[in-house]
């Protein structure tokens, strides 16, 4: 059914080890991998030559250079049934807890708000879906130092909020 939908691959990386810079070589070949999977799907018959596809960013990273790429390769293929795909963590002090930030305060709203924006800018405002394939906080337990259960909720609940605000989808 047109209710299933395939993604080429999650998170894509293709140098060893997370880099906070960009290789041009990774953008190249995450095309490449995009580009040959939607051929791949859209000539092997039946509903796949309309099916919803979903092509994720360079590490699903929801940052530039990675959005534009991705939005190279979806002017290319010209399709109407490809959907975005990027992952959010949050604001990193927050997320992980790493720098003692335990509370749902004004600097993780405006990172969560300046993210959605922009991924609502990049793809929505060009008519293209987009689905938060994965969201979450990482740095939530029982230790006194980590973030406090109503903090945790309120994230997701904003969350939660502002992307459907922007039509945005969250799996």
């Not at 080429?8 to 040959?36: C, H, K, M, R, Y």
């Not at 906080?137 to 259960?149: C, P, Q, V, Y």
């Not at 909720?153 to 502002?162: G, H, I, R, S, V």
Request: overall charge negative; aromatic content about 12%; some cysteine.
């Amino acid at each position: 059914p047109n209710t299933l939908m395939f993604e080429s691959i999650n998170e894509p990386s293709f140098t060893q080890g997370w880099s906070s810079t960009v290789d041009p070589t990774d953008l190249a070949l995450l095309d490449e991998l995009n580009t040959s999977f939607y051929n791949i799907v859209r000539n092997s018959g039946g509903n796949n030559a309309t099916r919803p596809l979903v092509l994720p960013t360079l590490g699903c990273s929801p940052t530039e250079p990675q959005i534009s790429n991705l939005i190279g390769t979806i002017s290319k293929l010209n399709d109407k049934n490809i959907i975005a795909t990027v992952h959010y963590y949050g604001y990193w002090p927050f997320s992980a807890n790493v720098a003692g930030t335990t509370t749902f305060d004004e600097t993780t709203k405006k990172d969560l708000e300046d993210t959605i924006d922009r991924v609502y800018n990049a793809f929505m405002n060009q008519g293209i879906p987009v689905i938060i394939g994965e969201y979450g906080l990482l740095g939530f337990d029982k230790s006194l130092d980590a973030i406090e259960h109503g903090e945790v909720l309120k994230y997701f609940e904003y969350l939660t909020y502002y992307a459907n605000a922007k039509d945005i989808t969250l799996m």
